[in-house]
C-alpha cells in the first residue's frame, strides 16, 4: 500500500478528535503520515509532543496577515480557511506529492486503497471528492437539497489531492477565494470553503467523484444508507464501512444523532448506537472531556479581554480587509487600536454617547433600523434602553463592557416609534444574515419578538416576524407565495408550519403560534 499523508485540521479544544483520526488512519494505513493543523496558540495546558500526530500551527502555513485574519473570520471559518494553505504547506515544506484531509471528527475503520477509494483515485485523478448525497432526497426532513446546495455539493470533510505543478494554481485560487471570501453566509452562496469546491470539476482536468457508500457515511446520507455491524465489522450496503464522519454529534445526546439534522435518532435507527457509543468512547479517552474547555486564543480582545462577538468581525472585514490600517486588531493597548476604534465614545450632545459597536448592531439587527429609525436623534434613549437594559445586544453575544461608553440623552424621554411594519422588513441578504445569526433552535430571549403576530389581511392564519423574515430572505418563497399578507396566507402558513420548520430546525416553540392557527392542524 503506498503511503500517502493526511492532514486535519483542529482548534486545541478538538484536539481529541483529531487524535482519534489520526490513530485510526495510521492503523489502517501503516507507514504513513498525519499532520494537524491547530488554529489556535500553543496552550500549556497541551503536551504536543505526546500527540499521534505532526503539529503545524496555522500562523505558520502560508495565511497573509495572519491576526488581522483570525479576528476577520469566527472559529468555524477560519478552521476552514487555512485548508488550501495547509496542503500547500504539507507540498513546500514536507515534500508531499499528494494528501487526504480529513476533518476530525472522521473515524477510518478500513483502509482506502479499495476499488472505488481515494487511493486508487489519486493514482489516476488530480482531485477526489466525495458528494453530500448520491440520490435524490424525497421526505420533508432537514437537511433537504436545496440546503445541500447551497451548502456545496461535495463535503470538504474529506477531500484527496495530488500535491503537483498540476494543481498548485487551483489551491492557490482556492486559498485566495477563501482569504477574501472564506464566509459562512450561504444567502450569498457563501459556504466557508466547501461551496467553492462546486468549481473543482472545472477548473481541474481529472477530478473524481467517488460514490461509494462506504465513504464519508455521515448524518446527511444516512437516510440512504444502511450503516450497521454484521458482528464482526462495519458494513454499509453490504460493503466494509471505510470512514464514518461523525459531524455534529452531541456526546451528551447520541439519540439526536447530529445537531445539524431531524432525520434520523437511534430511537428509530438503534443500530447506529453502537458505533456512537465507541466512538465517543475513544474521544473521551483521549481526554476530550479536559481539551473541549481550552479557550479559542482567537475568540478574546487580548489574553484577557472581552469576547470578539461576530459583529466586530464583520465591521473589520468591512473597513480594512486586507490588513492595512490594523494588522493586529487583537490588540486593546495602542491608542490607535482597532479595539479603540470600535469602544470609544462619540458624544452627540445633551449626555448622548454613542459607539462604532453600538451603531455597527444597530444596522445588523432585525427590526432595530425600523424601531428606531433616528438613533442618532429623537430615538436614541430608546435604542440604548433596548441594546443596554432590554437584551437587544443579546443575540450579538457582546459583552456588557464593549457598550460601556454608550449612554442615553439626559433631556426628555423620546417618544417610541411605532411597531415594525411588514413592508419594512429586511431583505434578501440582510435578512438570509439576520436567520443565520439567530439560534432558531433556541431563541431564548428573542422568542416572544419573534413569535409577534403581524397584521394580515385575515385573521387566521397567524404570521409571526419569524415567518416574515424568513419569507423575504427567499426568493424562491417571494415567488411561489407572492401576497403572504392576502392571498397567500394560508398556503405560506401551511409551508412555514411544515416544510419551513424542518428546513429551519425551527424550535417548536416558533412553529407553534403559526401551527395552531391553520385549520389542519
Known amino acids: ?24 488512519y495510521v492503523r489502517h494505513h501503516p507507514g ?9 496558540e500553543p496552550n500549556p495546558a497541551v503536551d504536543y509532543g505526546a500527540l499521534p500526530f505532526e503539529v503545524v500551527f496555522a500562523r505558520d502555513v502560508g495565511v497573509p496577515s495572519f491576526e488581522n485574519t483570525a479576528f476577520r473570520f469566527n472559529q468555524l471559518e477560519l478552521n476552514t480557511l487555512v485548508k488550501p494553505f495547509a496542503l500547500q504547506w504539507l507540498r513546500q515544506e514536507r515534500g ?8 476530525p471528527d472522521i473515524l477510518v475503520l478500513r483502509p482506502l486503497d479499495f476499488e472505488g477509494g481515494p487511493l486508487p483515485a489519486l493514482s489516476r485523478s488530480q482531485a477526489c471528492l466525495t458528494p453530500h448525497i448520491c440520490a435524490p432526497l424525497d421526505d420533508d426532513a432537514h437537511p433537504n437539497e436545496i440546503t445541500i446546495r447551497r451548502a456545496g455539493v461535495y463535503n470538504l470533510g474529506f477531500l484527496g489531492i495530488r500535491l503537483d505543478d498540476s494543481t498548485s494554481a487551483f489551491l492557490d485560487w ?34 473524481e467523484v467517488l460514490r461509494s457508500p462506504a465513504l464519508n457515511v ?15 465489522r462495519w458494513v454499509v450496503e453490504g460493503e466494509p464501512a471505510r470512514f464514518v464522519h461523525f459531524s455534529g454529534l452531541d456526546m451528551d445526546d447520541l439519540d439526536r444523532v447530529s445537531r445539524h439534522q431531524d432525520r434520523l435518532r437511534t430511537s428509530d435507527r438503534p443500530e447506529l448506537l453502537p458505533l456512537l457509543e465507541e466512538y465517543s468512547a475513544l474521544v473521551l479517552a483521549h ?7 481550552l479557550p479559542y486564543a482567537y475568540g478574546s480582545f487580548g489574553p484577557e479581554g472581552p469576547p470578539v462577538p461576530d459583529v466586530a468581525r464583520r465591521q473589520l472585514a468591512r473597513v480594512d480587509p486586507r490588513a492595512l490600517r490594523w494588522p493586529t486588531p487583537f490588540d486593546v493597548e495602542s491608542p490607535d487600536s482597532f479595539y479603540i476604534w470600535l469602544t470609544e465614545g462619540r458624544e452627540l450632545g445633551d449626555g448622548a454617547v454613542i459607539n462604532r459597536l453600538a451603531l455597527a448592531i444597530w444596522e445588523e439587527s432585525f427590526g ?13 434613549r430608546p435604542f440604548v434602553t433596548w441594546l443596554k437594559d432590554a437584551g437587544g ?3 450579538f453575544g457582546v459583552d456588557a463592557s464593549l457598550l460601556d461608553s454608550v449612554e442615553g440623552p439626559t433631556g426628555p424621554r423620546a417618544k417610541w416609534p411605532v411597531e415594525l411594519e411588514p413592508a419594512r422588513l429586511p431583505s434578501g441578504r440582510s435578512a438570509q444574515a439576520l436567520l443565520e445569526r439567530y439560534d432558531l433552535e433556541s431563541p431564548g430571549l428573542l422568542l416572544d419578538w419573534l413569535n409577534t403576530p403581524i397584521a394580515c389581511r385575515r385573521e387566521a392564519p397567524t404570521l409571526t416576524r419569524l415567518a416574515l423574515l424568513v419569507h423575504s430572505s427567499r426568493e424562491d418563497l417571494q415567488r411561489c407565495y407572492p401576497d403572504p399578507l392576502g392571498a397567500d396566507q394560508q398556503r405560506f402558513a401551511e409551508w412555514f408550519a411544515k416544510r419551513g420548520a424542518a428546513d429551519l430546525s425551527l424550535a417548536s416553540e416558533l412553529v407553534e403560534p403559526v401551527k395552531s392557527t391553520l385549520e389542519w392542524s
Open 393 to 395: 445586544a443579546v443575540p
Open 1 to 24: 500500500m503506498t503511503a500517502v499523508p493526511a492532514l486535519t485540521i483542529a482548534s486545541n479544544n478538538y484536539l481529541a478528535l483529531a487524535s482519534v483520526l489520526a490513530e485510526s
Open 218 to 232: 455521515a448524518y446527511w446520507n444516512l437516510g440512504q444508507r444502511r450503516l450497521e455491524s454484521d458482528g464482526r
Open 287 to 293: 481526554g476530550h472531556e479536559e481539551l473541549r474547555g
Open 174 to 207: 482556492w486559498a485566495d477565494r477563501l482569504w477574501h471570501h472564506g464566509y459562512l453566509d450561504s444567502g450569498n452562496g457563501l459556504f466557508v470553503d466547501q461551496s467553492w469546491m462546486d468549481f473543482a470539476p472545472c477548473f481541474l482536468e481529472s477530478v
Open 368 to 380: 432595530a433600523g425600523v424601531r428606531f429609525p433616528d438613533v442618532l436623534g429623537g430615538d436614541l
Open 32 to 40: 504513513s503520515s498525519v499532520t494537524c493543523c491547530v488554529v489556535d
Open 96 to 103: 508531499a506529492r499528494s494528501a487526504l484531509y480529513f476533518d
